[in-house]
């Protein structure tokens, strides 16, 4: 068996050598450099664009602005529902539904004005920086301060315009009397800052057209989403559109939808009649790209004697563009976690003249726990009851907000191992010191909604000399899923992995959905599960046995239990096939309907406190989770691990400030924004995972676990800081001013 | 880039020669200016690379007592010389604090005391209102964000804070940084080195055109002297407050002490008040080393968002000299 | 002193001579060796120093290739990744990296197996503290830093501590 084995990455080898390519790494004959120039102003208009200093630069082609753009067309969401407001929407795959370049209209700072092309890089980057730009300003709306009175003023009920996936408001039960029943209450406002992905890859694409046919190499997370988005702006049919992205260097949701700048460079190509390569400067990636949003959510608790929750309250606001009402669903935390007879939850958008949000891994959850979590600290101490004890008081045995059971759920399992593994119940109770460090302990629950997108498609090649090539139109973010679906497909085949070559990233390939939302293992690898077993079903006919009944072991097919067999070989000489082509696909809606499904876990977080110094720093983590079966725990581990320092980067340091006055981010680079390093992080990062098959969310009995490890981690570190000091820290991130 | 010319120096002559040209600039590990050229900071028309000129990238013993050290020596190779790390700790660990293992290979000492602000309206990729970039388009940190800003020594034209970690060692140790110039050379001590900008808030430092940076020197051995960054992240981050302390010690009492703050002002700065009467103090006596070091803070002006800054300084202070003392002689 | 605008540039890459002629000063090394030599193992994250993913040795020793103008680099020797391995064999850190799962997506790893390479010969591998210090010019937004200094200590052949 494969599955659960620690299987080395075979993308090792290209990965450790240099050999994977990513976006920016492809050339085409005759390659121009695109540059992009940029808005300095959030709002306005732009009244002219002086091209000619640029286009003195050796080495600079031509310069092209909004006039010499075609006019893009309309990207009709895949929910649009005729007589809905979400006719008018459009919606993911495309980021956003605001286009630059199509006029002189300034919505953001940071917004593409102008496209300069040189035939070096140096041409273009010395040309774009002698475009002249002048201006009409407008008065920008500005982020609201971060404080819950001036935010929550600023908020409005979001309208439909495409990232309105659930109702704004949810209630259940008589929330004023749970209020009013209460023995315990905590009321408070929790708030974090913008953050961006900051991907070690800043996006590139590759554009190229032949014959009107057009050619993408594009760092993405969704290459199909990439083809239909571009086919709409472009007015071309999809099937002359072709993505490419076979290793993308990091995506956490900031390549998952499409953004305007893949629509420029394919339109700049068209118009050159040149290949035009646009890969984004790190500064573009702040302002071209999405984020996530600035929050602020004001929980209410309430709770009787015994530490039972009896109402759940819970208002949400995030910044979002003047364009979209991007709403982050925080609230799904409150819906999913804990049992409670009512809640009140809403979200609320702000809007400014900012660059559009988008998902950022573990989204969501992610925030919705930082909130959450840190309440029921709070309610627990309150309480004086042991927060881990007030958490299994509280435990949801069916889904909160619907009352449906779950698909499978061990948490109280992930609980208690978790708090062995960290020995939280033998945790020193009395203040500790390490010299000048206050030591603290905190913990959180993790916990992750399940998306399953719909349909992906994988096919599986079985050669009759025993090897495997499996292809499907999904994407390597890095993942494992280029380890995981050979796992899975060597098991139905009976076949070592070094026999299994996989092929992806290319719409070329059977078409496989996005890779985000923790979904690619569950859908994608469903997918490679049935296409192997029906290449087994296909071989076994040829064989004439009955495809129910048999086993691949040793590149041998043969009846379940009997020895031998024939090679695969053997069986296909008798026939004229060369390769038997498997398909298979995975229908979500085939699988656990009428079932709440999620993923779980428990963070449990040492952290030391210089109080003199303000430091925080990270001395060791136990992170112990339900997600169903583990394919690989070796990139399981690293999985958890990534998600975990994830949320020590958004505990501790990470932040995009909004510039008040400039109506900018202030920093754009990653000296000005601070994201972990290695030094940061301890080795002692304990990962754990519930044995567990979750047979209703996936035939593979997993789910996803990309994001899970991510969410809690924010709350677990307040809560230890709290600790340790006694100071409850409310504001994200918890940097030495908010110690001292 | 704006485009320019380049050559490569190969005598001291010629560099500084060529130097006194208006609009050249010289080039030793570029981990710097290669950025200010992409940010259009400074658009010199031709680069003298110095990087090969001979002989300054030494470090020599002075006959006296003290260190001679090449300004083109990389930073790792200075804090990691045998007679730096058992003689000047606080510039050895100043160093190995900045920056990152692969930028250090690069970046010449002479080159770190150079570098100008890492304010972050002056480093944005669009040029903002600052007058560090363009004199009289205004100070955007004045009253936007300033949290991590000038607490010494600022005015409403600048507000900003020179980041170099070696410079703050450097100003605790009295050294001198050594110049050659077609007009003849000079000694400049570090701590009169980097300018405050009361006079010319878009000026750095004292160094005219083509004046080229030959060594520093470093006085007497400062065995027990120590260096503190306080920063948000571990590593390969400027800091929030850093603090060098270089002691002379009798038993556990102070003889004679040197403080220098960096990133609390646009030159590293020192703390005389405070030295003077930490002379005769003993090192355990937490007490008298605060009240000490609180006499250098009557100076210090917090921005609308930075008071936390005074008094991280001063903790910084205080741990620096005990991390000193903690250093054998 | 002699200026010039266009320059001839010989340098070795990988035990490869090249000579360039013509070459524009503002080239960085990154760019010459991605966008000329078609080098591209060798990524480019920020630009600015600011994440090691340019990582390379030059004469021996690790540096950002995004801050050296390649015109400086005359008669210099650079290796990059592609250079690291002895034909399939491949160098110890980077079977370490296979062995210690040290990447998920991969960019940022050409730079952090260059850095960890000349790390082990610069002799910083007495302790997993020191390691994670001097890797620390490195950033992994996957974060896959714990196994990577995993990688390291395993490719300095220490046990663990
Ligand atoms: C991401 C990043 C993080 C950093 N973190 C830190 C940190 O934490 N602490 C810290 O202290 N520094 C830090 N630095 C700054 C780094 O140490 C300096 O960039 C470096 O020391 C500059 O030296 P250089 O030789 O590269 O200078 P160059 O870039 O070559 O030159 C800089 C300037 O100095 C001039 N110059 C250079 N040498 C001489 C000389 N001998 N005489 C006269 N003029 C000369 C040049 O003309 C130029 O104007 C960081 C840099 C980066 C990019
Ligand atoms: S503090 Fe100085 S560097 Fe920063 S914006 Fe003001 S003038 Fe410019
Ligand atoms: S690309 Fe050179 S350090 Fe980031
Ligand atoms: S492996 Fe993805 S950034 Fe390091």
């Keep these: 068996m494969m599955i659960s084995q620690p299987v080395a990455r075979p993308d090792g080898g290209v990965k450790v050598t240099g050999r994977a390519r990513y976006a920016a790494d492809y050339f085409a004959p005759d390659l121009l450099y695109a540059v992009l120039v940029t808005a300095p102003v959030p709002a306005g208009r732009v009244t002219s664009i002086m091209v000619d200093d640029a286009l003195a630069e050796k080495g600079v082609v031509r310069v092209l602005t909004h006039e010499d753009m075609p006019k893009f067309g309309r990207f009709a969401s895949p929910r649009a529902e005729p007589d809905t407001q979400m006719q008018q929407a459009e919606g993911p795959p495309a980021a956003q539904s605001f286009m630059p370049m199509q006029g002189d209209e300034i919505r953001h700072e940071g917004q593409p004005l102008a496209i300069v092309l040189g035939e070096t890089l140096e041409a273009a980057e010395a040309g774009a920086r002698h475009v002249a730009l002048r201006f009409e300003f407008a008065e920008p709306e500005l982020p609201a301060p971060p404080e819950w009175t001036a935010i929550d003023k600023a908020a409005v009920v979001p309208r439909e315009s495409g990232f309105l996936f659930l109702e704004p408001t949810f209630t259940k039960g008589d929330v004023d009397r749970g209020l009013s029943d209460a023995a315990a209450m905590v009321e408070a406002v929790y708030l974090q800052p913008s953050r961006h992905h900051n991907a070690m ?175 029921i600290d709070e309610l627990a101490h309150r309480l004086g009851i042991d927060p881990l004890d007030l958490r299994l008081i509280n435990h949801a045995d069916t889904d909160p907000a619907t009352g449906q059971p779950w698909s499978s759920k061990k948490l109280r399992e992930a609980y208690e191992e978790g708090a062995r593994l960290f020995g939280w119940r033998e945790r020193p109770r009395k203040p500790q010191r390490d010299g000048d460090w206050l030591i603290g302990y905190g913990m959180a629950t993790c916990s992750m909604g399940c998306f399953r997108h719909p349909t992906p498609a994988a096919e599986v090649r079985l050669h009759r000399d025993g090897r495997v090539l499996i292809r499907t139109g999904t994407q390597d973010i890095g ?254 991130p918890i940097t030495p001013e908010k110690l001292l | 880039m704006t485009p320019f010319v380049y050559a490569r120096a190969d005598s001291l002559g010629d560099t500084i020669a060529a130097g006194a040209a208006p609009d050249s600039a010289f080039l030793a590990g570029g981990t710097e200016l290669l950025n200010w050229l992409r940010l259009g900071i400074t658009e010199p028309t031709r680069i003298i690379d110095i990087s090969r000129l001979d002989g300054l990238d030494q470090v020599e013993a002075l006959p006296g007592g003290g260190l001679t050290i090449g300004a083109l020596m990389h930073l790792n190779d200075v804090a990691l010389h045998a007679l730096v790390v058992r003689d000047y700790p606080v510039l050895s660990q100043a160093i190995l604090n900045a920056a990152s293992p692969q930028l250090r290979n690069l970046a010449t000492i002479g080159g770190n005391l150079l570098q100008k602000t890492r304010c972050a309206y002056f480093r944005a990729e669009e040029q903002l209102p600052c007058n560090k970039r363009q004199l009289g388009s205004g100070c955007s940190a004045l009253h936007g964000i300033n949290d991590n800003h000038a607490i010494f020594g600022w005015t409403e034209d600048c507000v900003a804070t020179q980041p170099s970690d070696p410079a703050v060692a450097l100003a605790a140790l009295d050294a001198v940084i050594v110049t050659a110039h077609r007009s003849g050379g000079r000694r400049i001590p570090a701590a009169e080195f980097h300018l405050l900008p009361d006079t010319r808030p878009e000026a750095d430092n004292v160094l005219q055109q083509g004046e080229l940076i030959t060594a520093i020197e470093l006085p007497a051995p400062a065995p027990r002297s120590a260096y503190l960054k306080v920063r948000e992240r571990e590593s390969y981050e400027y800091a929030i407050v850093s603090a060098a302390a270089v002691l002379e010690m009798d038993g556990q009492t102070i003889r004679r002490a040197a403080l220098a703050l960096g990133s609390v002002a646009l030159r590293p700065w020192r703390l005389s008040a405070a030295e003077e009467q930490l002379a005769g103090a003993e090192i355990g006596d937490r007490e008298a080393l605060s009240t000490a070091i609180e006499q250098s803070f009557a100076q210090a002006r917090p921005l609308s968002q930075n008071a936390y800054k005074i008094e991280l300084a001063k903790t910084a202070a205080l741990r620096a000299i005990e991390k000193a003392a903690r250093m054998s002689s | 002193m002699n200026f010039h605008d266009r320059h001839l540039l010989r340098l070795r890459v990988n035990g490869e001579d090249h000579s360039l002629s013509d070459l524009d000063p503002r080239v ?134």
């Excluded at chain 1, 112990?624 to 990534?642: C, D, F, L």
Aim: hydrophobic residues 40%.
């Design chain 1, 201 to 375: 890859e800043p996006s590139a694409t590759l554009a190229e057209w032949n014959d009107g046919e057009l050619t993408l190499h594009d760092a993405t997370q969704h290459v199909y989403g990439v083809r239909q988005v571009l086919a709409a702006r472009l007015n071309v049919p999809a099937g002359k559109v072709r993505v490419i992205s076979r290793h993308t260097g990091g995506g956490f949701g900031g390549k998952g939808w499409i953004w305007p700048h893949q629509v420029l460079a394919a339109a700049a190509a068209r118009i050159m009649q040149r290949p035009v390569r646009l890969a984004l400067s790190r500064a573009n990636a702040y302002s071209c790209l999405g984020y996530q949003p600035r929050m602020a959510q004001k929980i209410v608790l309430a709770a009787d004697r015994s530490g039972k929750l009896t109402a759940v309250q819970q208002d949400v606001v995030n910044l979002t563009t003047v364009s979209d009402d991007f709403v982050e669903f925080a609230t799904e935390a409150s819906k999913g976690l804990y049992a409670t007879p009512a809640m009140r939850l809403s979200q609320r958008v702000e809007r400014a003249n900012v660059a559009m949000p988008t998902a950022l891994r573990a989204p969501v959850e992610g925030p919705g726990t930082w909130a959450l979590e840190s309440a």
């Design chain 3, 28 to 161: 960085t090394l990154l760019d010459l060796l991605r966008e000329r030599l078609h080098l591209t193992g060798t990524k480019k994250g920020c630009n600015f120093g600011e994440c090691g993913a340019c990582t390379v040795h030059l004469d021996g020793r690790r540096v950002n290739a995004c801050m050296i103008l390649a015109v400086s680099c005359e008669g210099r020797e650079v290796t990059t990744i592609e250079g690291l391995a002895d034909g399939d064999a491949l160098h110890p850190v980077q079977q370490a990296f296979i062995d210690h799962d040290g990447f998920q997506c991969g960019f940022c790893t050409p730079g952090q197996v260059m850095s960890a390479a000349a790390l082990i010969e610069e002799g910083h591998t007495g302790s997993d503290a020191e390691i994670r210090e001097w890797m620390s010019g490195n950033l992994c937004r996957c974060s896959a830093y714990p196994q990577i200094v995993e990688a390291v200590r395993a490719a300095a052949g220490r046990a663990s501590q």
């Design chain 1, 479 to 732: 993942t494992g899923t280029l380890t995981i679906f050979p796992q899975i497909a060597a098991d139905v085949l009976g076949l070592p992995m070094e026999k299994i070559e996989l092929e992806m990233g290319d719409t070329e390939l059977p078409e496989a959905g996005p890779t985000y939302g923790s979904s690619s293992t569950m859908g994608v690898g469903a997918a490679v599960l049935a296409a192997a077993e029906d290449a087994r079903s296909q071989l076994a006919r040829l064989a004439n046995l009955l495809p129910d009944e048999v086993e691949m072991h040793d590149g041998h097919i043969r009846r379940r239990g009997a020895a031998g067999g024939q090679t695969i070989a053997d069986v296909m000489s008798h026939t004229d096939i060369g390769e038997i082509i498997g398909s298979g696909s995975f229908d979500p809606a085939q699988h656990g309907n009428g079932l709440a499904m999620r993923t779980f876990g428990a963070i449990f977080m040492e952290v030391g406190v210089d109080p003199g110094l303000g430091l925080l720093r990270l001395r060791r983590a136990v992170g112990s989770y339900s997600a169903g079966r583990i394919v690989n725990p070796r990139t399981a581990r690293s999985q958890m691990t990534g998600g975990i320092i994830w949320g020590w980067g958004m505990a501790a340091m990470e932040q995009s400030r909004h510039e008040p006055v400039l109506g900018r981010f202030l920093s754009k680079n990653l000296s000005g924004v601070a994201i972990p390093v290695n030094a940061d992080i301890p080795g002692d990062i304990i990962i754990h995972f519930v044995d567990e098959v979750d047979e209703h969310a996936s035939p593979i009995g997993g789910k996803g676990i990309g994001e899970l490890g991510a969410t809690g981690v924010a709350a677990a570190v307040a809560n230890a800081v709290f600790d340790a000091t006694g100071k409850r820290i409310r504001e994200l």
